[in-house]
């Protein structure tokens, strides 16, 4: 089973932030939180990742609660080409047993 | 570098025929993975690889086979293809940097067993 629990589905305006939850509650501390996106009919794709510091990329900022239990994967200004499914996944820093584990992930939908 | 690449992209099957969905990376990574993704739902981890030689099931094994001989390729064999295994299948590879390595995923492979 997933080690992470997404909303189903969630919808926002195009060009205002938009804010993706995602809780691990049973994260270990050498799980690496990972996001990605999956467009219509395309493979999945990277979005970011972090282990414990909050983390910025040109796509997106990741939020890690200080317990690691949730994160937040912030889109600043959200624009019709970011509806997609978005997946938070627990990545071992360990690696011996590379099992990833993906959850149904979050179907964003922005509206015009 | 062409990253991921899998073929065929489409293909149909008649019940209990076999065949084998290629999958080859270009960036000399050490892990390598196979999902299928049904329609409107999330990817099932079918197989893995964390290297040559060595390969693991994942969580929707049955009916699938996978070998690692290279490190380039990992090929997902189906054997007496069923109806339930209609789907998309991804291949994605990933380095191994410690848990920090991003994976890449190829195109995809949509599958019909009629």
């Known amino acids: 089973d997933a080690k992470t629990t997404q909303p189903n589905s969630m919808e926002s305006n195009e060009e205002e932030p938009v804010h993706l939850p995602c809780n691990h509650s049973?994260?270990?501390?050498?799980?690496?939180i990972h996001w990605y996106r999956q467009l219509p009919s395309q493979g999945p794709e990277y979005v970011i990742h972090?282990?414990?510091s909050n983390v910025n990329n040109r796509m997106a900022s990741l939020a890690i609660a200080e317990d690691r239990k949730s994160s937040t994967l912030i889109l600043h200004r959200a624009t019709l080409r970011d509806a997609a499914v978005y997946y938070c996944?627990?990545?071992?820093?360990?690696?011996?047993?590379?099992?990833?584990?993906f959850g149904k992930g979050t179907r964003l939908h922005i509206l015009p | 570098n062409a990253g991921v690449t899998q073929t065929p992209k489409f293909r149909i099957l008649k019940i209990g025929q076999s065949m084998t969905l290629q999958c080859t990376q270009d960036?000399?990574?050490?892990?390598m993975y196979w999902y299928r993704q049904d329609p409107g739902m999330g990817l099932k981890l079918i197989y893995y690889?964390?290297?040559?030689?060595?390969?693991d099931k994942g969580e929707v094994p049955n009916g699938y086979n996978v070998s690692r001989s290279t490190t380039e390729d990992f090929p997902l064999r189906l054997e007496l293809a069923a109806p339930s295994q209609t789907s998309v299948y991804f291949c994605?590879?990933?380095?191994?940097?410690?848990?920090?390595?991003?994976?890449?995923f190829g195109e995809g492979s949509r599958l019909t067993v009629l």
């Open positions: 994605a590879s990933s380095y191994a940097v410690t848990g920090a390595g991003e994976l890449f």
């Open positions: 049973t994260i270990s501390g050498t799980d690496y």
């Open positions: 972090g282990l414990t």
């Open positions: 996944i627990l990545r071992d820093v360990i690696e011996r047993d590379d099992k990833i584990i």
């Open positions: 960036m000399n990574h050490n892990y």
């Open positions: 690889s964390v290297g040559a030689g060595i390969t």
